[in-house]
């Protein structure tokens, strides 16, 4: 029988007859059956892979940020994280987080492929993706916050761990994950049990405080207790998995690659391209680890101190030059030095140099400027918004900030010492530092009077053109001698070494200002 038979014959007015629309429904279904057939090729997607390993801080921040928009400049489908870490920087987990949901996340699929351990902020990453895969024998969890110098307690430890928590709980609403089984990762004070809904066939997870009464809807008498109050939970890939974490579980990277083109129906374009951390970001977080940045802070404090040993612009003051823009770089490339840090160090380098090149001795202005450098540095390892002063917001911070003093004070501590050493073995027998161009030696004088420079109200024979010999180096204050007596002086502007011969320039007070003498031809 014909479907679009009819009494009449058929009109755009009226439409399609009874008949007629039924047959045009088959017609459409059959066209759809047809359309998925097996021989219908799957969508072809592209994929990237970019690792996350090692310490998480802010430097691989950064990265993840790069390659993820480069991803996404290439039009990738699939953003694949290959995780491999014990942990890190809460605040640069956090950001990595808030990237990965907030902004990446919602232009392109990403997955965390747990390829060895996903811990403490490892796992918040993890589960800031919308799928997680895992390799066999794989953990995941314990993200419980610690302070650099131990464990966090009391209201402290509270306050900390609520912010995490809330990015986990962030991450399990966006993504899908139980967010009683991720808070659990993060809290010890939780217990979470699992309870089947009758009504769906699946497990649910319920803090304790939250666990459901309605027996139509929830199998209570079978409920089973996953975290006991006073764990953090830790997960194997198997378990992950059974409890809803993990989506799959992948004998290595090229399985789960497959389980996801299985599952989603689609085929990934080969070679599938893996963004890795550039030299220059390796470099900086190198130059940024604790050990490396004990190196710079002494290398700048013994190339000065040489330096003005040793007068002249030369090896030792480029050491330190260059320790000091290695070290400001690294920190302002990471965000940590801003220009808070940068003018408060710059400040005390001047003073510093006041104090050495103006102001005969060493008093309060070197001083300052010690302490100006010692504040700039250490605001350098302090984390803080770029318009905000380095200073620690709350007790977590707090105990940040005292850590960090201990390792910038010990580096100092090592500086005083080798310092010493120095003044002791090198400088005063003249037996490393000595100078080639030092051709004239000090004479031999037996000195009653010290370097106390022209008493004031006193009279004195010295007047402008007298010659003297430089006893302690000008660089450009120091100490000449002018017949049987010993006068603070200061060059003008010039490094100036013992047993040069100087010609008195000014008298202002009892400041003496020198130059030394050219020699005759």
Known sequence: MNLFSGHRPYSKKEGLPPAGRAGLILLMLAAAVLSAAPDSPPPVKRAVVITCHETIDDGLYRSIVRRGNEAIRAKADYLILDISTYG????????ISKYLVLDIGKKIHTVAYVSTEAISAGAMISVSCKDIIMRENTTIGCSAPLALGGQLEGAEREKVESFVRAAFSRAAQANGYPEALLKAMVSQNL???????????????????YL???PNTYDLANRKLVVKEGELLTLTASKALEYGIARAVAADLDEAIAFLEKRDGVVFERPIPRLETTWSEELVRFLN????????????LLGIYV?????GIGLPSAVALTCLVILVGSKYLIGLANWVEIAILAVGIILLLIEIFAIPGFGLTGTAGILCIFAGLLGMMIKNAPDEFPWPKGDGEWKVFLDNLTGLSLGFLLFFIIAYLLAKYCFAKGTLFKRVV???SVPSVSLSISATGLPEGEETPLQPGDIGIVVGTCRPAGTARFGDKIVDVVSEGEFIEPGRTVVIQNISGNRVIVKEQEKKQ
């Open 88 to 95: 890190g920087l809460v605040e640069s987990a956090d950001n």
């Open 191 to 209: 217990e979470v049990w699992q309870v089947r809904n009758k009504k769906t066939g699946q497990n649910e997870y319920f803090e304790k405080e």
């Open 212 to 214: 459901p009464a309605d």
């Open 289 to 300: 680890s604790p050990l490396v940045v004990s190196i710079l802070v002494l290398g700048i």
């Open 307 to 311: 330096e003005l040993n040793t007068p």
């Open 438 to 440: 030092l051709t004239e």
